[in-house]
Protein backbone atom coordinates (compact mmCIF):
# COMPACT_ATOMS: atom_id res chain seq x y z
CA UNK A 1 0.00 0.00 0.00
CA UNK A 2 1.46 3.70 -1.38
CA UNK A 3 1.86 6.40 1.42
CA UNK A 4 -0.79 9.03 1.06
CA UNK A 5 1.61 12.48 0.14
CA UNK A 6 0.53 15.29 3.45
CA UNK A 7 0.02 18.49 2.48
CA UNK A 8 2.63 21.12 2.37
CA UNK A 9 2.30 24.23 4.40
CA UNK A 10 2.40 25.80 0.82
CA UNK A 11 -0.23 23.56 -0.14
CA UNK A 12 -2.28 24.74 2.61
CA UNK A 13 -1.79 28.75 2.52
CA UNK A 14 -2.72 28.08 -1.24
CA UNK A 15 -5.68 25.90 -0.39
CA UNK A 16 -6.74 28.91 2.81
CA UNK A 17 -6.22 31.87 -0.16
CA UNK A 18 -8.40 30.06 -2.63
CA UNK A 19 -11.09 29.90 0.22
CA UNK A 20 -10.74 33.20 2.07
CA UNK A 21 -10.40 36.23 -1.08
CA UNK A 22 -9.74 38.39 1.43
CA UNK A 23 -5.86 37.01 1.99
CA UNK A 24 -3.97 35.40 4.67
CA UNK A 25 -1.35 37.22 7.67
CA UNK A 26 0.65 35.64 9.66
CA UNK A 27 -1.14 35.24 12.54
CA UNK A 28 -3.84 33.46 10.14
CA UNK A 29 -1.33 30.80 8.76
CA UNK A 30 -0.26 29.88 11.75
CA UNK A 31 -3.20 29.85 13.50
CA UNK A 32 -4.98 27.44 10.34
CA UNK A 33 -1.69 25.84 8.34
CA UNK A 34 0.87 25.38 11.22
CA UNK A 35 2.99 27.92 10.03
CA UNK A 36 5.83 30.03 10.89
CA UNK A 37 7.01 31.05 7.84
CA UNK A 38 4.34 32.85 5.25
CA UNK A 39 6.60 35.02 3.59
CA UNK A 40 9.12 31.74 3.26
CA UNK A 41 5.62 29.97 1.55
CA UNK A 42 4.63 33.01 -0.29
CA UNK A 43 7.77 32.51 -2.30
CA UNK A 44 7.63 29.06 -2.78
CA UNK A 45 4.05 29.95 -4.22
CA UNK A 46 5.40 32.44 -6.25
CA UNK A 47 7.64 30.42 -7.66
CA UNK A 48 5.43 27.56 -8.51
CA UNK A 49 4.54 30.69 -10.77
CA UNK A 50 1.11 31.66 -8.95
CA UNK A 51 0.61 35.39 -8.95
CA UNK A 52 0.16 36.79 -4.78
CA UNK A 53 -0.33 40.32 -4.50
CA UNK A 54 0.17 41.86 -0.90
CA UNK A 55 -0.31 45.01 0.89
CA UNK A 56 0.37 46.02 4.74
CA UNK A 57 -2.91 46.48 6.82
CA UNK A 58 -3.34 47.74 10.00
CA UNK A 59 -5.05 45.76 13.05
CA UNK A 60 -5.98 46.52 16.64
CA UNK A 61 -3.44 44.86 19.42
CA UNK A 62 -4.08 44.67 23.09
CA UNK A 63 -1.57 47.69 22.97
CA UNK A 64 -2.71 49.37 19.75
CA UNK A 65 -2.26 49.08 16.27
CA UNK A 66 0.43 47.07 14.34
CA UNK A 67 0.69 46.91 10.40
CA UNK A 68 0.63 43.50 9.33
CA UNK A 69 1.14 42.10 5.98
CA UNK A 70 -1.61 40.64 3.92
CA UNK A 71 -1.17 38.09 0.66
CA UNK A 72 -3.98 37.20 -1.95
CA UNK A 73 -3.95 35.13 -5.33
CA UNK A 74 -4.06 38.25 -7.83
CA UNK A 75 -6.83 37.84 -10.31
Do not use: F, N
Amino acid sequence: MGRIKKPSQADKIYEYMTAHTSGITALQALKYCGCLDLAGRIRDLKERGISISSEYIKVSTSTGEARVKRYWIAE
